[in-house]
């Protein structure tokens, strides 16, 4: 470990790839931006800022264990030799009674490379199938898909310094502001620097990222494909066709136009979006050269993603505009290492290094090269046909790296079906509790971020080292470590003798540069421009010394940051690309009567994925404090919901209770609920249950953003909230959420039984004993009870009870935790939930960095003569460090309230 | 009616002698551009001083002056003569007529006396000069014992005799004596006047264990005195909980924590049957046969309206001289009366707040500027004891058609409990924190609609304030 000197790594979340500075401190992890690092220069999101706070023992899980379902007691604790040998007896057991087929890896972007790389090698050259699907299945798996098809290898054509070359950015489908919150910044930056750079957002919802953009284009979800081969349309029709590319450099143009054939008019129609707009998106695409359309998530997960995918790509291949500076398109990838995982193969329909699993030659080189008894002859079960084939018997046995589908999945409570009905489930992960691991039979401890020694791969290709920093907690151990000895036990020591991530990186490296030569010409040819030749032959110390950098490295080539596709040369074996024809289609389900509105899913600013991570960290906790449902007004009304109460969000394949907003953000007829929340953090708020488990047919990708659905208000007797020092049991509450707070954990609650003796049933609840400093304010005809449990002049815990959602802010009483000891005037005001003096109150945060919440801002604006993002900066530091809440400042300067 | 409390104005029933208080001629000419004062009455058995339109011409024009006579030197009567003067200090000659040998003195903070706390002379409302200054006469020391109303003139216990034009009545109440075996035994007093007061400090130096019966307000306050004296006090409560009238159960726990803390012993539920001794109290039996020793008892159960003279001047009395809207006896308009011996609108009032509405409006009646009607009084009660913080207004029980808001802090020793009707509050107890019970009390008077407050109402008027917010205007 290293105490004062910083580590260069680099941060786990997005796939923008961040490099951190970590300093370890007395007073715990420190974390800044890595000023040398390319993705970022230095700059942080706040998710990244506040990795310190995620650096805890809390809810670790420290050991190996074996549950046994036969009884009820917890999973006991075991050795790392009882832990492996069960997993390699029992996978060993069920192939051997019914095959290869009947096991199945299950695994993460959140994986090193290296892990990933022994986990692809052991499943598909020593089990021998293709029984190994990822959670980027669900996240960026059209996108590869897309490449795939147009550029014969899954190759994203731009870097981030292209984004401050380009003159028009298009992001579709991303909140870009929330979710790449530094690329944003780095994108405000280059049009503040030159404001003629336009940026257009295609987006069904009004998101932050809107806020600072030249146009909107609000299309109707799930009607990209209508929108993009209006533009290829638009753009043939205007002239916009680079002939002399086209006919040099791809096929398929006549095709990809007959089937892309629209009128405006009916783009208009099917978009939901007056001509006018689309005119104006598309007369700026038309004649702008230098134009890069980055796309995420909206576009990705969907029933037609791959075709999405490819009708962007399609636009940019019919004007040239790829291979250039400042132009191309631009997949934002949602996890640290979707993009490693691509590169080694780490999926079910892929084999590995860029190689394909339909072909025989690539099989016979990577079989070869890894020694293996076997090698995968066609591909496996995606993620969602995964879990349905373990809940039809056909997969018998599981091994769950570092994700959560229990949370994650579409149909998230058929992932509980298929769970328990699975004879043997293996759950590799850092947290002792979540979702999934109730359904383990066997948990393994796995490394950490700020432990995992290796790499990751961003989106732009960069890849760069994830270094240690803190000392392994308990008997955590690699993934890569686990998987080979299990292989050991299977008799393939020899071909997994691993000793160090570095040998693994190498052996990876090495496989990526065999048979990558530039053979063109032959039948066999295994060129890839994935190629990591100049990488190969690290040691540890040069591979602890590794600098990020973008692939291909090649051997011998000076010139390794020739810009991909510059040369016009394609990966099909013709080397040309491919516009795809790309006929449109609707969603899968339409809303219907009994639905009748679209659920759209996604993320919120300050968390990430199943808040295994963002929720120990008290300064992400704050922005948005618990599940919601984002509605239209007119819906609102329609459904007979009012804002802060609470409305249960059903459809076809489940049901959740969330919070009713009305943020405007929602097309009417459309509802948003984010997709973090868990039954560790809440009653009844895993979207993931709700959501139609279709795929697209092509990369297999789920349609996470267009379910039918319906709203209606959840009754309850009671509103309320508690802070409180220690965790509390939720049993028996009706609706509950938890998040951290500093020094305390802050829960919503809400009931159904009418409560007769709050102070009885607060204090049994609370656990305050008698004769205790405990305070108490009751409005029974106003069903309204409050009480404060004081030890020693420090708050231990309060809870706030209404029968209506009217609940006083919870910020000064969270800060009130801080306190060692609170002084008579913070006393007086305890149960107000309000300090006397109101100025104290500093309202909601929203810059989560600097802890600034909405009254201070107000203030500021309103008294402090502050009228710009820049002068709020320079009084309060909001917006300036990762500005992810920069729109919403933007929005409070022009909120009404502000201009007097 | 909320507050028959004990604490209160009794005229004395007893006859003290004394000292009597005269105007000097040496004040007469005290001011020049005031009335002067009247002529020094003379000796007991002198007639009353005549109505002196004559006399008075010290630039006073030819208006005649009426008599007015005051039969009650406390707080309510001479209030209504203070007010009085303000309106109009020409309009009468004044005479007043005090059982108590003092000049006013404000009976409310006789606890604070016994307790050491101040002295008497701290607690004077209006001296000796005082009542020199303003010309009136004052017999200090002589009760009136008879009223000729077809005459028009009082007489004294000293024989003195008075013509009156207008007639106030303040003879206040006196304290209840239970009426048991002993009850007159020396050593058995009530808390009442200066008297009282002196009879308890000198208990107090002699005497060792002090019994104090009636958990009320002023039983309590007797308590704490006695016990700043020295004295091992109980106090004897025939309910089961202290201050019942004012406080609820709640409340009267923390107060009879806080009292006992202090080391006063409590004995609730406890029935007096008899009080024990023979030359002097020695001790109390209760009906459930137990004892107690005691070398002083203080009585302080109750008061009575003290109408005995106004009953045998033939004017009508219930529970006390009943009087309308502008304080005149329904018997007798040349008559007025104020304060405790006062029944209006069937309610008779033992705390001093209504008194001072009633002498505001009876005093612009004598003034005769009086268009103001006195409909009634909300009171409210705090208790002195030094240390003990206690509020109580209104109805503070409630019924089925009220609401309540109520606050605990135990460790602070506080508790607030609000009793809302639609939204209004008509009751209020306050225990340990006890800063907004005048503004609860406004609230309640003004009959404010305070459900815009309603979240906050209870933790005070800070917090239901609107911060003065600099935002200048769009």
Known sequence: ????????????????????????????????????????????????????????????????????????????????????????????????EHGPESVAWYVSGQLLTEDYYVANKLVKGFVGSANIDTNSRLCMSSAVAGHKRAFGEDIVPVSYEDLEDAELIVLVGSNTAWCHPVLYQRILKAKARRPSLQIVVIDPRRTATVELADLHVPLRAGSDVWLFNGLLTFLERSGATDAGFVSEHTRGVADALAAADIELETVAQQCGVDSDTLTAFYRLFARTEKVITCFSMGVNQSSAGTDKVNSIINCHLLTGRIGKPGMGPFSLTGQPNAMGGREVGGLANMLAAHMDLENPDHRALVQTFWNSPRIAEKPGLKAVELFEAIEQGRIKAVWIMATNPVVSLPDADQIKRALQRCEMV???????????????????????????????????????????????????????????????????????????????????????????GDDAASDHSCARYLNLSGLTGLDRQAFDAMKPRRWPVVQGDADTNLRVFSDGRYYHSDRRARLVPTPPRLPAHATANEFPLVLNTGRVRDHWHTMTRTGLAPRLASHTHEPYVDIHPLD?????LKVDELARVTTRWGSLVARVRCSGEVQQGTIFVPIHWNEQFASNARVGALVNPVVDPVSGEPEFKHTPVRVEPFRVDWHGFVLSRGRLPMEGVTWWTRAAGAQFARYEVAGRQKVDNWPALARSALGVPDGADWIEYIDTASGVYRAAYVIEDRVEACLFVSSRPDLPSRAWLSSLFQKPKIDNLDRLGLLVGEPLDSSADTGPTICSCFGV????????????????????????????????CIPELQKLLVAPTATA | MNATALNALIVPARLRGGLRVTSGPGHAERSGAGRSASPAASAAGQGAPRTQSGDDAQGQGNRPRQHLVVIGNGMAGMRTVEELLKLDDQAYDITVFGAEPHGNYNRIMLSPVLAGEKTVDDIM?????????????????DPVVAID????????????????????????SKPFVIPVPGADLPGVIAFRDIGDVDAMLAAARNHRNAVVIGGGLLGL???????????????????????????????????????????????????????????????????????????????AVGIRPNVDLARSAGLHCERAIVVDDTLQSLSDPRIYAVGECVQHRKTVYGLVAPLWEQARVCASHLAGVGHNRYSGSVTSTQLKVTGIHLFSAGDFIGGADTEELVFRDPRRGAYKRLVLRDQRIVGVVLYGDVQDGPWYFELMQNQTNIESLRDRLLFGRAFCTPPAGPTGGP
């Open chain 1, 426 to 516: 293996v759950v590799s992960d850092v947290i002792a509790n979540t979702d999934t691991t109730p359904f383990a039979d066997v948990l393994l401890p796995a490394h950490a971020w700020g432990e995992k020694d290796g790499t990751v791969t961003n989106s732009e290709r960069c890849i760069s080292r994830q270094r240690p920093f803190v000392p392994v907690a308990g008997e955590a151990r690699p993934d890569w470590w686990a998987l080979s000895e299990v292989a050991r036990r299977w008799g393939y020591g020899e071909q997994f003798a691993y000793t160090s991530a570095h040998e693994i990186f190498d052996e990876h490296a090495r496989l990526t540069a065999c048979g990558n």
């Open chain 2, 149 to 172: 109303r077809r005459a028009r003139r009082v007489r004294a216990a000293s024989g003195r005799e008075v013509g009156y034009d207008r007639l106030l009545l303040a003879t206040g």
């Open chain 1, 853 to 884: 919440g909405r009254n201070t801002i107000t203030n500021a604006i309103e008294q402090g003569g502050c009228n710009s993002v820049e002068a709020l900066g320079a009084k309060l530091r909001c917006g300036t460090n990762c500005g992810s």
């Open chain 2, 221 to 299: 306050e007797a308590a704490n005195g006695l016990m700043r004296q020295g004295m091992n006090v109980t106090v004897v409560h025939v309910m089961d909980s202290l201050m019942e009238r004012q406080l609820d159960k709640p409340a009267a726990i923390l107060l009879q924590q806080a009292l006992e803390a202090r080391g006063i012993g409590f004995m609730l539920n406890a029935n007096t049957e008899a009080i024990l001794g023979s030359d002097r109290v020695t001790g109390l039996r209760f009906k459930d046969g137990r004892e107690m020793a005691a070398d002083l008892v203080v009585m």
């Open chain 1, 1 to 96: 470990m290293s105490t004062g000197a910083g580590v260069n790594t680099t941060c786990p979340y997005c796939g923008t790839g961040c490099g951190v500075t970590a300093r370890v401190t007395t007073a715990g992890v420190e974390v800044a931006g890595d000023t040398t690092h390319p993705a970022n220069l230095g700059r942080l999101c706040v998710k990244g800022s506040a990795l310190g706070e995620t650096v805890v023992d809390e809810g670790r899980l420290l050991y190996p264990a074996l549950r046994d379902r036969n009884s009820p007691n917890p999973p006991q604790r075991v050795s790392w030799e009882t832990a492996l040998d069960t997993v390699a007896d029992g996978f060993a057991r069920i192939m051997r």
């Open chain 1, 636 to 640: 609102a009304a329609e459904a007979l």
């Open chain 2, 125 to 141: 409302l209006n001296t000796p000069q005082w009542y020199a200054d303003h010309g009136i006469t004052l017999y200090a020391g």
